[in-house]
């Protein structure tokens, strides 16, 4: 089995049940199955969280789908943005009125645009500051993060980018945040494209998620949420566990009594 999480709210709660869903996925692959990360995280910024945790992986799975690799760094797949366009993007209002945004490229993360306090991103990744201009030289840009002060101003601008510009780019929202891949580019085609990849299509894969941008894998593929999961992944999961830990010991209980 494959088992693919994502990890902020949902891998990474509080410190507690944290550790606790750290020896789950040690357990988890000591008994042969593989585990990765799925997440809007950067490669970058998902291996802060691998090395603090020393969490053990078989695959990540960033920028929503959009760039696939190895835990040392091999990209597998990539799927980059509409280049040609980008100038609509920039000039949506909505756009134009985040606070915050990150463009999350092959060359690394950048700050674009920083009108809020520095987040802890940048402080421990020591994000540089890129011009606009300089963002059309960026090559190839696999997403674009967008920081609000609140929920319904991010809701708006997810809202306006796949309403007027969904043919090219796909935007994600979670909480104050929204996530813009390229169009169609999603978590759960993400997930489709590594099992490919690696020649894994007989294994049953198992996805769990807690926020809006995992309602596609779990729909999907028939995923689960935990307990403190937003409303519409609830909807969408097919079980609510209390923890990743549980589903774990779940899923390996289940695989021992067809045994």
């Not at 999350?104 to 009108?115: E, P, V």
Request: proline share 3%.
């Amino acid at each position: 089995m494959i088992l693919a999480s994502d990890y902020d709210g949902t891998f990474h709660v509080d410190e507690e049940q944290t550790l606790k869903n750290l020896e789950a996925v040690k357990k988890w692959r000591a008994s042969g199955h593989e585990f990765g990360l799925v997440t809007g995280r950067s490669y970058e910024m998902a291996m802060m969280a691998v090395k603090e945790y020393s969490l053990p992986l078989d695959f990540l799975i960033c920028n929503n789908g959009a760039a696939i690799y190895r835990p040392d760094g091999t990209l597998l797949d990539h799927t980059p943005m509409n280049q040609d366009k980008q100038k609509d993007f920039w000039e949506l209002p909505s756009v134009k009125a985040a606070p915050r945004v990150f463009a999350l490229s092959a060359q690394g993360t950048f700050i674009a645009r920083m009108d809020q306090e520095i987040t802890f991103f940048s402080r421990k990744l020591d994000v540089p500051f890129i011009s606009m201009e300089k963002i059309e030289e960026l090559n190839p840009i696999w997403q674009f993060s967008l920081g609000f002060f609140n929920d319904q101003d991010a809701r708006t601008c997810c809202q306006e980018i796949n309403c007027l510009l969904g043919e090219a780019f796909s935007a994600y929202f979670n909480q104050c945040n929204v996530d813009v891949v390229a169009g169609g580019m999603s978590k759960s085609l993400g997930i489709r494209k590594y099992v490919k990849i690696a020649g894994k299509e007989e294994q049953r894969i198992l996805v769990v998620g807690d926020g809006g941008n995992d309602v596609d894998m779990i729909r999907d593929l028939g995923g689960f949420t935990i307990k403190s999961g937003c409303a519409q992944v609830k909807e969408a999961a097919r079980r609510i566990f209390d923890s990743v830990e549980e589903l774990i010991e779940n899923a390996l209980q289940e695989e021992s009594q067809v045994v």
